[in-house]
């Protein structure tokens, strides 16, 4: 996607260092994790993107999911919390875990949302952020692959009334299947 809509801005989606690291914390919790050529890929994609939407001057928004260690914050699916249960730190407030991956580090005019479930529209000022800013248009880019963070983001924002579009080979997983299932909420860029 070279040319970005007037009234559109990016949401980087939990690009943060245990969703995305090697070795991930997503192993210690049973989840396959980014294999490092996949990392490499998602990463050179997602740098791509930043430089050229803010070469646009569109507004970014880093949107991070971090718990309290006890998870009495974590408002994910039941399932999804006793999966991440409390022994194991994952995206702990204040761990290296939890922090952004250092090639999408945020510049002083990006936004940082913070959530506490599976949307970034969830119990989060994003929705009244971009209608603020007169925002139409979603690009969403980032990770995917856990609590359905992308997925639950694009359903939602949808349902909202803004118009998404999942850049695709800057989400992970890079399988063309999950994209896919993407694809009939969102339209798919590459």
Known sequence: MDEFPKRSALLLVDCQNDFIDPPAALKRIGMLGASAEDRVAVVNKLKTLLEAVRRSSRPIFHVRTIFRRDLADCLFAPLWKMRLGRDTPFLTEGSPGAAFIY????????????????????????????????????????????????????????????????????????????????????????
Do not use: W
């Open 103 to 190: 090639e999408t580090s945020r510049e002083p005019s990006d936004f940082v949302i913070t959530k506490k479930a599976h949307s970034a529209f969830q119990y989060t000022p994003l929705d009244r952020m971009l209608s603020d800013l007169d925002i139409r248009t979603c690009l969403v880019a980032g990770f995917g692959g856990v609590s359905g963070s992308v997925d639950d983001t694009i359903r939602q924002g949808a349902a909202l009334g803004y118009d998404i579009a999942v850049i695709a080979d800057a989400v992970f997983p890079l399988d063309p299947s999950f994209a896919l299932s993407l694809k009939n909420r969102a339209s798919i860029q590459n």
